[in-house]
């Protein structure tokens, strides 16, 4: 199957890509403070795993939100990290990139905590898929990971530390702020990993 992965270089995309290893991956700038730093990242990732590698610039910064934005958290953002409408966008422009190279399933890489956002629920990636699938191409949308969390994930498939320190998190700028929900999350999830160790 020709399948595309929608990379940010964060440890749950790059867990999924680990996993699945799509035959395409497409990493999006889309005025996101940390576009750079999640460029190089991808690009890593998938020069190491051999997997071919699109990077999309689409500028939609003054239609952001909150921290990845560097802006102000619009009213109805659930959490800092909130940009509206982001994984419909995110997954539209991917396949507008993969519907010409014969791609048939977009991979998301969201995991269980992401449904704190609506665009991160099952109930989401089954209906943009749906919206998808009814139209030129007939492109699925799979979130693989969608039940996981994202230490369940990288023990799950086995993902190396080694690989997963190429990861970038942070929401905030392409170095890692420290501070950001984005970089919690990453500290959290290596020390779990790490007490896992023991």
Known sequence: MNTALLLSG???SLSVAWWK?????????????AAPAEIEASARICEELEIEHYVLRVDCRALGSGDMAGRAS?????ESDWWPYRNQLLLTLAAMNAVSRGVSCLLLGSVRSDSNHRDGTEE???AIS?????????????APAIFM??????????VPLSFLAWAHSCHRSHVACGACRGCNKYFEVL???DDGLD
Request: negative net charge; hydrophobic residues 40%.
């Open 124 to 126: 989401f990636v089954r």
């Open 21 to 33: 290893r799509p035959t395409s991956a497409i990493t999006i700038d889309y005025g996101q403070l």
């Open 149 to 158: 969390t994202t230490v369940q994930l990288v023990r799950a498939v086995s």
């Open 130 to 142: 749906r919206m998808l699938q009814i139209q030129e191409g007939d492109i699925t949308v799979e």
């Open 74 to 78: 619009d009213a109805l953002a659930p």
């Open 10 to 12: 964060g440890m749950d």
């Open 191 to 193: 020390r779990e990993l």
